[in-house]
């Protein structure tokens, strides 16, 4: 295995070799589950991973179809919104790890498929506890996997709770389906819609099955949910330990929305650029994914050495982004190195990476959150456009009191930033609970 863990091996990486570094690894206990290899997250590089990054990019996943769920996104945040004013209102103490993996899970299980959020029969319920708990398995297979001998072990151990976690998806799944097929077209459609026309669609370039749809779907409660609630609890707490960056947010978000007159909203962003860094910086100190793993399709060369065809490579995303010989003080929540001097404009707006202009040096890859290359995360928009807007509202709307302390005491106690050791994600190792001060409610008789 070749572990890729500095920004200049990464530019090799992603530059130069990413046609041959575009395999995932053949994990053997993939096999053993219902949908095998017909997911779109492990899928090799070829004709099924091709046809599906097409759709997910003209189709699935691109701006139009992000603009069209936007409703969905802001109903669920005014839901949470209102959850926290309940609460705050109670001066009940809200642990907003979970809280934010119910708003993510919510807002991807309506905008794919529809699935209902509340009531007995909560389809995004039963979700929200099959990704837990697909996770937590994942990562122990995973790396049971990675370290060879214990292969067989890790799924003799955990095999069989894998298989039953994707029964029960399944179960899900072809429920939602028959209901998408009975209740015919609808106004807004959702993924699942989209994905039944190209399954149907007798021109498609690809003969997608059952079993391709569903694992497709499956990936992206997977990959989409719990990676923006880790970054949206991650940056609240890092807001929570910097006041001074807290003000300034907030001072922002007033410039561009007034004071007491509206909810900030997804429109705003782009008038943020502040709130863009600081969602930035957190991402750069604590990507969900903090490695990823490839596998090489043919034999390459990085950094002058031969690399064999079926090597496996660990790509360390967290060590990237915390490379000394490109960032300065990389262990420090800085969102300021995102601005360029004058603060109003973002310096990564295009390339995410850092560019000649910046450092004078060749244009480098070291900004990598989402991963690179063609196999690169195509949910980073619509993640960003959840995060800022859900970060910019609880800025706006509260104050936060960590421990629960009274509402002037003078030194707040900090919140603990200790990551969760738990294979290849970066979780916080103690969920953020904290007390809701409201600062401003927009839903108030006379606020909006
Ligand atoms: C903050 C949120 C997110 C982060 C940090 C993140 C990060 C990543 C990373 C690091 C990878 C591996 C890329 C590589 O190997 O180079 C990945 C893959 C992927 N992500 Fe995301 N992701 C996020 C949200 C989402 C969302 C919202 C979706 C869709 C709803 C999504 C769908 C996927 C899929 C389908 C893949 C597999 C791509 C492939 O193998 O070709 N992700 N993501």
Known sequence: MLVVSSASVATEVFKANDLAISNRPALAFIDETPYGRAGFFNAPYGKYWRFMKKLAMTQLLNT??????????????VQLLCRLFDSAQRRELVDLGTEFVKFTNNSTCRMAMSAKVSGDSSEAEQIRALVKESMQLGSKIYLGEILGPLKRLTFWLYGKQTVDVCKRYDAILERLWKEHEESGKRENEDLMDILIKVYK????????????????LQDLFIAGTSTSADVLQWTMSELINHPQMFKKLRDEIVSVVGTGTRLVEEMDVPNLPYLQAVVKETLRLYPPIGVTARECREDCKIKGYHVSQNTML?????????DPEVWDNPNEFRPERFLVS????LLHDKNQN??????????LIDYVP??????????SILAYSTINQTIAAIVQCFDWKVGGGGDHDLEQPKVDMEVENSGFGLCKAQSLVCLPLVHFNPFAANSM
Request: charged fraction near 35%; aromatic fraction near 6%.
């Open 64 to 77: 139009t179809q992000i603009e069209r769920s936007r409703s969905i996104r802001r109903e669920e945040l």
């Open 354 to 363: 850092h560019e000649n202009e910046l450092t004078g040096r060749q244009s």
């Open 342 to 345: 004058n603060n109003s404009k």
């Open 201 to 216: 669609d007798e021109k498609a370039d690809f003969k997608m099955n059952r079993i391709h749809i569903k694992a497709f």
């Open 314 to 322: 660990a790509i360390n995303l967290y060590s990237i982004m915390r």
């Open 370 to 379: 989402f991963g690179g290359g063609r196999r690169g995360c195509p949910g």
